[in-house]
């Protein structure tokens, strides 16, 4: 299910998202958090280390419907990265039992 809030049909200019943007984790206790924490690349050390946000370039129309996380995350889906303003849902994860 994705939304494209941006998206007039017919008027695609201007839609995309391009470029770095920032995900903020939202919980420390993500699987993807602790695979960040813990990864170690050869000598260069860690590849992100232990902080609270990552910056990588998007090139995308499409995102979660806002409408629809609750069911999602009811459903054991969780939304472990967001925008800066928490409004754009950037990662997702199953919830590990």
Known sequence: VIDM??????NLGGTMRLGIR???????NSILSKFLRSFVFQSLGK?????????????????VNPQLIKQFEKKD???VGQDVD????????????
Do not use: C, Q, W
């Open 47 to 63: 590849l992100y280390g232990d902080v609270p946000f990552i910056e990588e370039r998007h090139r995308h129309r499409y995102e």
């Open 77 to 79: 889906l969780n939304f």
């Open 86 to 97: 928490g409004e754009r849902m950037e990662i997702i994860e199953l919830a590990s039992k």
């Open 5 to 10: 809030p941006e998206h007039h049909p017919g």
């Open 22 to 28: 920032r995900t903020v984790f939202k919980t420390e």
